[in-house]
């Protein structure tokens, strides 16, 4: 009863979500234990105790406004029916005797059961306590003395009870919270309103649609429509799960689903900015792929790089741009100090006929795939892509055996990423880790834990 107090006066001010959906969690563990009903004599009691008192009034106060003169709830309630539930109550109440009742079963709460004097009592659901015949009896006469202790009914016009927003919001928000990628994408594209796609359209929901893709390729279209439509966020949710995957083959599917947003190339430009050599490579091979102009002064830049590699994807995505500008930039590094590098470049500023700019970056990936280096910046990338495969990626590194110095690295550094990014979730294999052989790995998952 206190919980639903507090959601309501959460609501009426206007309180952050994060608090509303914590309330609604709450509200959803408690009910579970059993049936609940909350009616006069329960406020009653309530009343008396002082911790409560406060809360309970204001039930009784907002009970009375809509003429309620009680509230099963069943073991079975859902978060949503929660949500649902504290609109119509802290909505202003309708002129019509008994229309919360028409608008609850209009909103679908199925496990919460309305008691309004004089009005038809709705069907028992699984979960709820079943209410004696005697008791039954009530609902036309004993009950109305009951409602008559509430504030009078306010006349005026029904105003909307809770938007259809609201509850997408908070199923949305459950769904990232699950790691269902699969509600969200349905969720996600469903929403036809622009401004509203844009605010559901979270890092953390379209990553959880980049992973459905590369777990269903099957329904690409659909996913990459999607994509495009969330512009640059969604190019960016693509960039960050491709420097994070730990696959060659998803690597590779992910380059080519960036390389097919529009929004990759703002995407790209700002990530050849980043310190890191291996993003800033992939930022460099996607300008490339762009074709576009205005992508040569960002590649430009890219060839006074100190990592070789990024110099080297700098010239291989000039060439793919071509045209004068991309040229005369190319000829700046002919007298690179590195052979790879001036080599690449002229053999495209010379068109030489074994030039293959595409060919050359992929091998080039190949050859860096087992690399300590390598493998350390993914293990980095991964803190930053908060999805249940990413843990689990994650925990799978840390879980491997100790058989060398490279090893012990990607194990520790595998743990500060679990610790970095994906709280509170990992705590159980921190805690397991915090146990480990070896005194390293103890004191990294304790670290970890204590952050």
């Known amino acids: 009863m206190a919980a639903l107090a507090l959601l309501l006066k959460q609501m009426r001010e206007r309180a952050p979500t994060a608090e509303m959906l914590g309330s609604v969690q709450r509200l959803a563990t408690l009910a579970q234990v059993g049936s609940v009903t909350i009616d006069d004599r329960v406020l009653d009691e309530a009343m008396a105790v002082e911790a409560v008192a406060s809360g309970a009034a204001m039930l009784r106060t907002v009970m ?89 009914l306010t006349i005026g016009t029904p105003a909307p009870i809770i938007t259809g927003h609201d509850v997408l919001e908070h199923d949305l928000a459950n769904a990232v919270r699950r790691g269902d990628g699969v509600a969200v994408f349905e969720l996600l594209s469903g929403v036809t309103d622009r401004v509203f796609f844009e605010q559901l359209a979270t890092p953390d929901a379209l990553q959880l649609v980049v992973e459905r893709l590369l777990e ?13 439509r969330a512009g640059v966020p969604g190019a960016r949710a693509v960039f960050e799960q491709l420097v994070a995957a730990t696959e060659i083959a998803d690597r590779r599917f992910l380059y080519d689903v960036a390389a097919s947003l529009p929004a990759t190339l703002a995407v790209a430009r700002q990530y050849a900015n980043d310190p890191t050599w291996y993003v800033a ?28 590699r990024v110099r080297v994807a700098a010239v291989v995505a000039l060439g793919q741009i071509g045209g004068p500008g991309a040229m005369a930039r190319l000829e700046s590094v002919l007298f690179d100090a590195v052979p790879d590098v001036r080599n690449r470049a002229l053999s495209i500023v010379f068109a030489a006929p074994d030039a293959d700019p595409l060919a050359d970056r992929m091998m080039l990936a190949v050859q860096e795939e087992s690399t300590l280096e390598y493998q350390l910046e993914i293990i980095a990338a991964l803190s930053n892509v908060h999805t249940p495969r990413a843990r689990q990626k994650l925990i799978e590194m840390t879980m491997a055996r100790t058989r060398s110095l490279d090893d012990l ?12 990014g994906h709280r509170p979730a990992a705590d159980a294999v921190l805690r397991d880790l915090a146990n480990d052989e070896h005194s390293l790995i103890r004191e990294r998952a304790a670290a970890a834990l204590a952050r």
């Open 409 to 420: 690295q990607i194990r520790l550094a595998a743990i500060g990423a679990l610790g970095t």
């Open 64 to 152: 009375g406004t809509h003429g309620l003169s009680a509230i099963d709830i069943a073991s079975t309630v859902t978060e949503a029916e929660f949500l649902k539930l504290g609109g119509l109550l802290v909505a202003p109440p309708s002129a019509v005797h008994g229309a919360i009742i028409e608008s609850a079963d209009a909103l679908a709460i199925w496990n919460i059961r309305l008691r309004v004097p004089g009005m038809t009592l709705r069907p028992t659901p699984v979960g709820m306590r079943a209410i004696a015949p005697d008791e039954a009896s009530l609902e036309g006469g004993a009950q109305v003395a009951h409602a008559t202790h509430a504030a009078p």
């Open 216 to 228: 269903h390729p099957q329904n690409h279209e659909a996913v990459h429509d999607l994509l495009v």
């Open 281 to 308: 490579r992939n930022a460099a091979g996607l300008l490339g792929e762009s074709r576009s102009q205005s992508a040569v002064v960002d590649l430009a830049r890219l060839l006074r790089h100190t990592d070789t």
